[in-house]
């Protein structure tokens, strides 16, 4: 058997060097004229020791990294095709503490198959879900993914279910599934791996979606910031097309389904459903009020499920294993696993699956290993840009959908941003405003107007120019923005602006008192 | 009044996308995203063909070329560098990133070096948060930037 290398065509693997280090190792087996098969897998998530290149041995798996382009000789030397000892040795990849601490189901083929191979995808459960789908009944495969307690991994965690089954009993002659892969919060990045790892799962989820509410026809709208997972979620459609997943008999069966991806224009705001919608109809991505809801009246006016990319690719494991298996994990009414991503300023940064309920702390201190720069943390930013700062008081919190709510925050698409003590939470409050400024569409005055008055009145504050008053006009402002506004842009901003004031009033106080504090 | 010669050149160019594209389910941006592809931004002339092409007003069209970020209404320098400016590349010092390019380019963001070599932007966000700070340089991926890192991409989109 020639031996297997698996280096990550992952984008974040490539922006460490995975390219030159895949170079080098071409360069080095020809070389030594050694044969061996290059896989391109997608990334396991552990970024701090990406690019991670592994070697298939008898034994199993074995992983090195960080590797750089200058270690690939000496890894050679040393006989890493073996998976024998070196430096960047890391041993079996499951057994990292970073991945062995997971509980990998939406994830578990991702950085593991070569993204593109149907044959891997089926030798590793793929597949399954969908064979399962397509002998049973529509309303029995929306009661299985209900009971599951599968809820809306984008931010709203509504129960995935309940949309599809508004969308089975809403007749029509056409219907849509609509994957929004608009991932443009800060801090997520859980949608593009899976895109770029594991694109297959999408489909298949799409494709049960699709059987399970009389929909024909899917589309995968991806930010156009993403162009690798562009160019795999295309290539992917082709193969699932040529080999019968995809067409007018899924997997042989009589149930039609056929999906296109397609591409944003770095506009923010598209990643609410409403204004996706608009944007896939080619119009402004201007967002739409609501009712109707997109399940009775969705692009060009019919049914459409629009769901996350995670909550879809989540849905083939439940058809595999059964709802029962799915519920098992997670606590209170948060049900399943969620890819948490760990980003920012720290020092394990990656994407962890785990079952709903560790504690805010144990993500950051214990996970994450505290700040990449060594200093004390200061604030966490859980769920993206609308997302509410949280200090080190509230590291109690579980990471529950509800609890999160309670603590006036949300977990949104489960990205975390660790900030350490060097932040400015004033000026953070401030980004908040500008982004929602520069992104707003514009159709609601709270957003459109607000936001710019919010980042004008928090410069007052920072000049120390009447802080107090200006403070409680941000907070009057903040209120009228949350309750006035039509989406989750204009209406979640005052998250991220109140935390940082509510739980940080020292980086408000006029200038000469900071300085005379310190 | 003859047409100049490059806006009737544009037209039927801009004319054999519409053509291909326009059987799509919502082919407005799939169109213009081809059309930027073709003239490295979205002329002027291009709309009215794209607005007869689809049934659609100027002004519609019009209203959604300038909704979107991505499209251009003049072509960008040789390079394109963004610059990730989102929260968790500022946690990581992305201000100081973007402040020393602009040094270094001698540009702000949305500008274009006046050899035209470059043109700076900022970008909320690449996905590449745990491999902060991040930039993208003609669509390849960059992380953790630091001064060794900055100064190859300057001395790259130079050369």
């Given at each position: 058997?020639?031996?297997?290398?698996?280096?990550?065509?992952?984008?974040?693997?490539?922006?460490?060097g995975?390219?030159?280090?895949?170079?080098?190792?071409?360069k080095?087996l020809a070389?030594?004229?050694?044969?061996?098969?290059?896989?391109r897998?997608?990334?396991?998530?552990?970024?701090?020791?990406?690019?991670?290149?592994?070697?298939a041995?008898?034994?199993?798996?074995?992983?090195?990294?960080p590797?750089?382009?200058?270690?690939?000789?000496?890894?050679?030397?040393?006989?890493?095709?073996?998976?024998?000892p070196?430096?960047?040795?890391?041993?079996?990849p499951?057994?990292?503490?970073?991945?062995?601490?997971?509980?990998?189901?939406?994830?578990?083929?991702?950085?593991?198959?070569?993204?593109l191979?149907?044959?891997?995808?089926?030798?590793?459960?793929?597949?399954?879900?969908?064979?399962?789908?397509v002998?049973?009944?529509?309303?029995?495969?929306?009661?299985?993914?209900?009971?599951?307690?599968?809820?809306?991994?984008?931010?709203?965690?509504?129960?995935?279910?309940?949309?599809w089954?508004?969308?089975?009993?809403?007749?029509?002659d056409?219907?849509?599934?609509?994957?929004?892969?608009?991932?443009?919060?800060?801090?997520?990045?859980?949608?593009?791996?899976?895109?770029?790892?594991?694109?297959?799962?999408?489909?298949?989820?799409?494709?049960?979606?699709?059987?399970?509410?009389?929909?024909t026809?899917?589309?995968?709208?991806?930010?156009?910031?993403?162009?690798?997972?562009?160019a795999?979620?295309?290539?992917?459609?082709?193969?699932?097309?040529?080999?019968?997943?995809?067409?007018?008999?899924?997997?042989?069966?009589?149930?039609?389904?056929?999906?296109?991806?397609?591409?944003?224009?770095?506009?923010?705001v598209?990643?609410?459903?409403?204004?996706?919608?608009?944007?896939?109809?080619?119009?402004?991505?201007?967002?739409?009020?609501?009712?109707?809801?997109?399940?009775?009246?969705?692009?060009?006016?019919?049914?459409?499920?629009?769901?996350?990319v995670?909550?879809?690719?989540?849905?083939?494991?439940?058809?595999?294993?059964?709802?029962?298996?799915y519920?098992?994990?997670?606590?209170?009414?948060?049900?399943?696993?969620?890819?948490?991503?760990?980003?920012?300023?720290v020092k394990?940064?990656?994407?962890?699956?785990?079952a709903?309920?560790?504690?805010?702390?144990?993500?950051?201190?214990?996970?994450?290993?505290?700040?990449?720069?060594?200093?004390?943390?200061?604030?966490?930013?859980?769920?993206?840009?609308?997302?509410?700062?949280?200090?080190?008081?509230?590291?109690?919190?579980?990471f529950?959908?509800?609890?999160?709510a309670?603590?006036?925050?949300?977990?949104?698409?489960?990205?975390?941003?660790?900030?350490?003590?060097?932040?400015?939470?004033l000026?953070?409050?401030?980004?908040?405003?500008?982004?929602?400024?520069?992104?707003?569409?514009?159709?609601?005055?709270?957003?459109?107007?607000?936001?710019?008055?919010g980042?004008?009145?928090?410069?007052?504050?920072?000049?120390?120019?009447e802080?107090?008053?200006?403070?409680?006009?941000?907070?009057?402002?903040?209120?009228?923005?949350?309750?006035?506004?039509?989406?989750?842009?204009?209406?979640?901003?005052?998250?991220?602006?109140?935390?940082?004031?509510?739980?940080?009033?020292?980086?408000?106080?006029?200038?000469?008192?900071?300085?005379?504090?310190? | 009044m003859?047409?100049?010669?490059?806006?009737?050149?544009i037209?039927?160019?801009?004319?054999?996308?519409?053509?291909?594209?326009?059987?799509?389910?919502?082919?407005?941006?799939p169109?213009?995203h081809?059309i930027?592809?073709?003239?490295?931004h979205?002329?002027?002339?291009?709309?009215?063909?794209?607005?007869?092409?689809?049934?659609?007003?100027?002004?519609?069209?019009?209203?959604?070329?300038?909704?979107?970020?991505?499209?251009?209404?003049?072509?960008?320098?040789?390079?394109?560098?963004?610059?990730?400016?989102?929260?968790?590349?500022?946690?990581?010092?992305?201000?100081?990133?973007?402040?020393?390019?602009?040094?270094?380019?001698?540009?702000?963001?949305?500008?274009?070096?006046?050899?035209?070599?470059?043109?700076?932007?900022?970008?909320?966000?690449?996905g590449?948060?745990?491999?902060?700070?991040?930039?993208?340089?003609?669509?390849?991926?960059?992380?953790?930037?630091?001064?060794?890192?900055?100064?190859?991409?300057?001395?790259?989109?130079?050369?």
């Open positions: 058997m020639i031996p297997r290398i698996y280096i990550p065509g992952d984008s974040g693997a490539l922006a460490l995975a390219e030159k280090v895949a170079k080098a190792i071409e080095e070389e030594r004229g050694v044969e061996a098969k290059i896989v897998n997608g990334s396991r998530g552990a970024y701090f020791l990406e690019p991670m290149v592994e070697v041995t008898a034994e199993g798996r074995v992983a090195y990294g590797v750089k382009p200058s270690d690939v000789k000496s890894l050679f030397d040393s006989g890493f095709l073996k998976g024998a070196h430096k960047r040795w890391l041993g079996a499951d057994k990292i503490p970073f991945l062995a601490k997971q509980t990998r189901l939406t994830f578990a083929r991702c950085g593991v198959i070569d993204p191979s149907l044959d891997n995808y089926k030798a590793h459960g793929g597949l399954k879900g969908l064979h399962n789908a002998a049973m009944a529509p309303a029995d495969i929306v009661k299985q993914v209900t009971e599951s307690g599968l809820r809306g991994r984008g931010g709203a965690g509504f129960p995935t279910g309940i949309k089954k508004t969308v089975l009993d809403t007749a029509s056409r219907k849509y599934i609509v994957c929004n892969a608009d991932e443009g919060d800060s801090a997520t990045f859980a949608d593009r791996m899976i895109m770029e790892g594991d694109p297959f799962v999408l489909i298949e989820g799409m494709a049960i979606a699709g059987i399970a509410t009389g929909a026809k899917g589309f995968v709208y991806i930010r156009s910031e993403y162009p690798h997972a562009v795999t979620m295309n290539k992917a459609v082709e193969i699932a097309r040529k080999h019968g997943v995809l067409g007018v008999n899924v997997l042989g069966s009589p149930n039609a389904f056929d999906m296109e991806i397609r591409v944003g224009a770095g506009a923010y598209c990643g609410e459903e409403t204004s996706l919608l608009n944007s896939l109809e080619g119009k402004r991505g201007v967002v739409r009020a609501k009712p109707p809801l997109p399940a009775i009246q969705g692009l060009f006016g019919k049914p459409t499920v629009i769901n996350n995670i909550s879809l690719a989540s849905v083939p494991i439940i058809m595999d294993k059964g709802a029962a298996f519920k098992d994990f997670g606590m209170g009414r948060s049900r399943g696993t969620i890819p948490i991503q760990i980003a920012g300023n394990h940064g990656g994407l962890f699956e785990t709903f309920g560790l504690t805010l702390g144990e993500i950051v201190d214990d996970i994450g290993g505290g700040t990449a720069s060594g200093r004390p943390v200061k604030a966490v930013q859980v769920g993206g840009p609308l997302g509410a700062y949280f200090p080190r008081a509230l590291f109690d919190t579980p529950d959908y509800e609890a999160f309670a603590k006036d925050g949300l977990i949104g698409h489960a990205g975390l941003t660790v900030f350490d003590d060097t932040a400015d939470m000026k953070q409050a401030r980004f908040a405003m500008e982004f929602c400024a520069i992104e707003s569409c514009g159709k609601c005055t709270p957003c459109r107007i607000g936001s710019t008055r980042v004008e009145v928090l410069d007052k504050v920072a000049s120390g120019i802080a107090e008053k200006n403070l409680a006009l941000v907070t009057d402002l903040c209120n009228t923005m949350k309750f006035g506004s039509l989406c989750a842009l204009g209406g979640f901003t005052p998250y991220p602006v109140m935390s940082s004031i509510t739980h940080f009033p020292e980086d408000f106080k006029p200038a000469p008192t900071r300085v005379a504090a310190e | 003859p047409m100049q010669p490059a806006s009737t050149e037209a039927s160019r801009a004319a054999a996308i519409i053509d291909e594209l326009k059987d799509l389910e919502g082919p407005l941006l169109i213009l081809e930027q592809e073709e003239f490295g979205v002329p002027q002339a291009a709309l009215s063909v794209i607005a007869d092409g689809l049934n659609l007003s100027r002004a519609e069209v019009h209203g959604v070329v300038t909704f979107y970020h991505d499209f251009r209404a003049r072509p960008a320098g040789r390079h394109v560098l963004k610059l990730c400016q989102a929260e968790a590349c500022q946690s990581m010092g992305s201000d100081a990133v973007a402040a020393k390019v602009k040094q270094l380019l001698g540009i702000g963001f949305h500008e274009t070096t006046r050899d035209g070599s470059v043109t700076l932007e900022p970008v909320y966000c690449l590449l948060c745990a491999c902060s700070p991040s930039a993208m340089l003609d669509g390849e991926v960059i992380g953790r930037l630091d001064d060794e890192k900055i100064e190859e991409i300057v001395a790259e989109v130079r050369s």
